[in-house]
């Protein structure tokens, strides 16, 4: 039950402490009228609480001091708090009556908030339970529960942004749009004991030929590719494959011997068999090397550019166009072409489809260095231009043939 106060009544606190204070009160109390204090204990610093006027119920009892070092069990609270004097909990009637309208609170003398043991003085919480004891109001300038989770407290949705955005293809490279050189093709591995063989199998129709072999050279000058010299399969001797090379210069492919003595093979097509080009270079470079050359009659000669003999032809009636013993090439139609070249020697041969045509001695035999270059291509002289088709390339220590 609740007494009746002047203004309201007061919720139903726990019941079982606010009673066990009670009886330890009446217990320990006077009997009446022996002591002149026989009153409601005093509160630090605050004023004596003044009864209510009896009710229907009789005067309310005089109520002891707690235990303040006694925690209360309050099960809605966070935390434990020393009881706190001035808040009064019982059941069925047990409290004290609030002050008279205008009179301080106990313990909130001169607008204070706290009571003489640093409690937050307390007002029903609309919110709280029947069985809670969590009455308090936020005190100016003290602690404040947290509001609830509105969402703020965690990282804002995932919008998006937060990830890398998807992958659109600029982190990929572009599609090879054929002006990028085809990825190096191995060497041909089946040469048997040559230095190198290419058959220009290995790339692409309209790439550049094995870049991990050759060197592309157009008009006098190295280049990584060029559109006058091309893998094609517009032709080819052996395969489906063969290289194309249209005359500006010098213009063709190159690499290196390994050693200074050495047999060279290679399958040739030439477009037309005018006086002059040059279609194979083997030494240092244009200027300083030993050739095979159309010379003449369209003759299949060997010239020799550099010391000791300058521009050198063999066979020597090849360059008056009265050559019996001279080879002439047949347009249009594939050549074995070979050339040996014997630096112990000083001597170059030439041979076409198996058979000699030309061999340059001492006399007409340029050194070779090292490691000479070698050269496949067509070069202008004398104002003969062709283009040509070269297949089946191989160089070796020894004589390969035409199988």
């Known amino acids: 039950m609740t007494v009746p106060f002047a203004s309201g009544s007061v919720p139903r606190p726990t019941a079982l402490a606010a009673l066990a204070s009670l009886l330890l009160a009446a217990a320990c109390s006077a009997p009446p009228g022996a002591d002149d204090d026989d009153g409601l204990p005093e509160f630090g610093g605050g004023a ?66 706290q009571g003489a043991g640093g409690s937050a003085m307390v007002a029903p919480d609309p919110n709280a339970g ?55 093709a191995p060497v041909t591995t089946d040469c048997g004991s040559a230095f190198f063989c290419d058959d220009f199998e290995g ?20 280049t990584e590719a060029n559109a006058n010299v091309q893998v094609s399969a517009a032709n080819a001797r052996g395969g489906n494959q063969a290289l194309r090379v249209e005359p500006m210069g010098r213009t063709g492919i190159f690499t290196s011997v390994p050693q200074n003595s050495y047999f060279i093979r290679a399958f040739m097509q030439i477009d037309e068999v005018g006086i002059g080009p040059v279609f194979i270079g083997a030494g240092t470079e244009a200027n300083n090397e030993v050739r095979f050359r159309i010379q003449g009659q369209s003759f299949a000669t060997i010239n020799s550019v550099g010391s000791p ?31 040996g070249i014997d630096s112990g020697a000083s001597t ?42 070269i297949d089946d390339i191989a160089v070796a220590s020894t004589r390969i043939g035409c199988n």
């Open 309 to 339: 003999q300058n521009d050198a032809v063999r066979p020597d009636a090849a360059n008056s166009g009265n050559c019996p013993d001279c080879l002439p090439l047949v347009a249009n139609q594939w050549l074995c072409v070979e050339m």
């Open 348 to 389: 170059a041969t030439l041979w076409i489809d198996g058979v000699e045509a030309a061999v340059a001695t001492a006399q007409a035999f340029v050194p070779q260095p090292a490691n000479p270059t070698v050269f496949f291509g067509t070069m202008d002289v004398q104002g003969g231009s062709t283009g040509i088709w």
């Open 48 to 113: 004596v609480q003044t009864p209510a006027a009896p009710g229907a119920g009789g005067a309310p009892s005089a109520v002891g001091t707690p235990n303040a070092s006694a925690p209360v069990n309050d099960p809605v609270a966070p935390a434990p708090t020393p009881v706190n004097p001035n808040e009064q909990t019982g059941n069925g009637g047990i409290g004290i009556a609030p002050p008279a309208s205008g009179s301080p609170s106990p313990g909130n003398q001169s607008g204070q908030n």
């Open 203 to 222: 790339v692409a129709a309209g790439a550049s030929p094995n870049p991990a072999l050759w060197s592309i050279m157009f008009n006098y000058s190295p």
């Open 130 to 184: 029947s069985g809670g004891s969590s009455f308090e109001t936020p005190a100016a300038g003290g602690a404040t529960s947290l509001p609830p989770n509105d969402g703020n407290q965690q990282p804002p949705p995932n919008d998006g942004n937060q990830q890398p955005p998807p992958n659109d293809g600029a982190q990929q490279p572009p599609p090879n749009d054929g002006n990028q050189p085809p990825p190096p």
